[in-house]
């Protein structure tokens, strides 16, 4: 129900937007989320929407920015300034509306995920 796209290799200080478009039921009021996983790392939060409202992790913060187009049913992870060390599987996951903030930064607080799309920056 949910499908990442737009993975691929940069450079670093390139750019990529991926896209989460959902299908199946209509995502507008779930609480989003953006989460990488490096190989040998846990699944790691990066970002995530929820009741209008954006987080990120520190980590990425002032470089990545999510926004939501509710008429295609799509979440976008717009990634800047990449580094090698963002390379990573990304995947997107979707929350209830209610999920409770403190667990944003969780996987196991999302009820669905997309199968991944990977993202290599090169140095």
């Known amino acids: 129900q949910l499908v990442e796209s737009g993975g691929g290799l940069v450079q670093a200080g390139g750019s990529l937007r991926l896209s989460c478009a959902a299908s199946?039921?209509?995502?507008?009021?779930?609480?989003m989320g953006w989460f990488r996983q490096a190989p040998g790392n846990e699944r790691a939060f990066v970002g995530g929407l929820r009741r209008g409202v954006t987080y990120y992790a520190e980590s990425v913060k002032g470089r990545f920015t999510i926004s939501r187009d509710n008429t295609k049913n799509t979440v976008y992870l717009q990634m800047n300034s990449l580094k090698p060390e963002d390379t990573a599987v990304y995947y997107c996951?979707?929350?209830?509306?209610?999920?409770?903030?403190?667990?944003?930064?969780?996987?196991?607080?999302?009820?669905?995920w997309g199968q991944g799309t990977q993202v290599t920056v090169s140095s």
């Open positions: 996951a979707a929350g209830p509306k209610t999920l409770i903030l403190s667990t944003m930064y969780t996987p196991g607080a999302y009820d669905y």
């Open positions: 199946g039921r209509t995502f507008s009021d779930y609480t």
